[in-house]
């Protein structure tokens, strides 16, 4: 049977009972494929799963005071159906109050100069949002392992940087990127995305698969070209393009075993980030 709790007491009541290790998936509902594979490899490899939905609006721009946050997706009925399909355990889904009694936190977890570059750089205070949240849901429900999508490629980096220097006594388990059919990645933003503006949209993809055979050929990446494809993409506005370090997330000039391609687009007033992992003769 599948818990639903909405308040911090009754998520340690749950906990409190669930035998063996814990595998906690932190995410922020309507609920997708790429959610569905972190779930399924928490369950696989321990015994017990929380799934945490919140839409946490510390990592929204002005904390929340915003027409992202007010139009984020929410469907917990759907998500809870979902969840419950996929033998969860625990589904923690506390209103903001819970989370944040008496208001903002006067106490963050702060993601540094890992958290200023790329997102950061267009959404300030984004990552330490981030931080914040997944520290007290590290705290709350004190899994074994907990899981990220490598889709958000620089939140997964702050992650496994937060967890060593702050000594969480968690392993970080990255999960691959889930596309759909056409290669667009798995997002819950994608429902805001019109069928027209999803098919432009996929110019992202696209122009990140280049780069990856290239890559994979041993031809110079030419990221300038790509950075024009997206810039001059019909309805695409380009944020960023940049090939980087995954674990330190600077930008690199050669590309090494394990270097990523990241990028950032607005299509139909929709924000979508996607990346690639660059391997040279694979
Ligand atoms: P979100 O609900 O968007 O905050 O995402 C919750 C978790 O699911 C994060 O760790 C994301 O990186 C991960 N995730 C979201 N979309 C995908 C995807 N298409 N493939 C793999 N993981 C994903």
Same mark, same amino acid.
């Given at each position: 049977m599948t818990v639903l709790a909405r308040s911090v007491a009754q998520l340690r009541s749950a906990i409190a009972d669930l035998p063996g290790s814990v595998g906690l998936v932190p995410t922020m509902g309507a609920l997708h494929e790429g959610h569905a594979r972190l779930v399924s490899l928490a369950a696989q490899e321990n015994t017990s799963v929380v799934v945490s939905v919140f839409v946490n609006p510390l990592q929204f721009t002005d904390l929340g005071d915003c027409d992202d946050f007010r139009n984020y997706p929410r469907d917990l009925d759907a998500d809870f159906a979902l969840l419950e399909n996929l033998g969860v355990d625990v589904v923690f889904a506390p209103t903001t109050d819970e989370m944040y009694p008496g208001g903002l936190p006067q106490v963050w977890v702060r993601s540094g100069e890992m958290g200023e570059r790329l997102e950061g750089a267009s959404r300030p205070g984004h990552f330490d949002g981030v931080t914040t949240v997944v520290a007290k849901l590290f705290q709350l429900t004190q899994p074994d392992r907990a899981y990220f999508g490598e /889709?958000?490629?620089?939140?997964? @980096? $702050? $992650?496994?940087?937060?967890?060593?220097?702050l000594n969480f006594p968690v392993a970080v388990r990255p999960v691959p990127i889930i596309r759909g059919e056409d290669g667009l990645a798995e997002s819950s933003r994608n429902q805001h995305l019109s069928a027209e503006a999803r098919e432009q949209a996929l110019v992202l993809p696209h122009v990140l698969a280049e780069l990856?055979?290239?890559? @994979?050929?041993?031809?110079?990446?030419? $990221? /300038? =070209?790509?950075?024009?494809?997206?810039?001059? @993409?019909?309805?695409?506005?380009?944020?960023?393009?940049?090939? $980087?370090?995954? !674990?330190?997330?600077?930008?690199?000039?050669?590309? =090494?075993? =394990? @270097?990523?391609?990241? !990028?950032?687009?607005?299509?139909? =007033?929709?924000?979508l980030i996607d990346n690639v992992r660059l391997v040279p003769g694979a």
């Open positions: /889709k958000d490629a620089q939140q997964l @980096a $702050i $992650i496994q940087r937060m967890v060593a220097d990856q055979e290239r890559a @994979a050929a041993g031809v110079p990446l030419d $990221i /300038k =070209g790509a950075r024009r494809m997206l810039r001059t @993409a019909e309805g695409v506005e380009l944020d960023h393009l940049e090939v $980087i370090d995954p !674990a330190t997330l600077l930008p690199v000039e050669e590309v =090494g075993e =394990g @270097a990523l391609a990241v !990028a950032a687009i607005h299509v139909g =007033g929709t924000r």
